[in-house]
Nanobody, 126 residues
Framework: QMQLVESGGGLVQAGDSLRLSCAAS????????MGWFRQAPGKEREFVAA????????YYADSVKGRFTISRDNAKNTVYLQMNSLKPEDTAVYSC???????????????????WGQGTQVTVSS
């Protein structure tokens, strides 16, 4: 059973940057594809970014491409989301999720992920 704990959220102004972290425990981190999702009030949870278990592939939502960067440190069992040029529409609860390399499913779909963190709030003021 993998546990995921996010940190790094906060209140920032438009144009600022934030780095989110997600620390994993209880599983073989290097064998999991890690994803970030977000959910704004009144909206569905949506895909933001993912980093394959091998670290060789990254995936981004069109809305964050060029502004956000996902990375992982397998030695620290941690995945990061560097968010630059933040916009008010980026305001949401950001959650990390883990998908085993042994399970099928599209990395863009939240249903493909087995483990989820509690989330961290990111608020971007205009």
């Amino acid at each position: 059973q993998m546990q995921l704990v996010e940190s790094g959220g906060g209140l920032v102004q438009a144009g600022d940057s934030l780095r989110l972290s997600c620390a994993a425990s209880g599983g073989s981190f290097s064998s999991y594809t890690m994803g970030w999702f977000r959910q704004a009030p009144g909206k569905e949870r949506e895909f933001v970014a993912a980093n394959s278990w091998s670290g060789g592939s990254t995936y981004y939502a069109d809305s964050v491409k060029g502004r956000f960067t996902i990375s992982r440190d397998n030695a620290k069992n941690t995945v990061y989301l560097q968010m630059n040029s933040l916009k008010p529409e980026d305001t949401a609860v950001y959650s990390c999720a883990a998908k085993s390399q042994y399970t099928s499913g599209n990395v863009y779909l939240k249903t493909s992920y087995s483990y989820w963190g509690q989330g961290t709030q990111v608020t971007v003021s205009s």
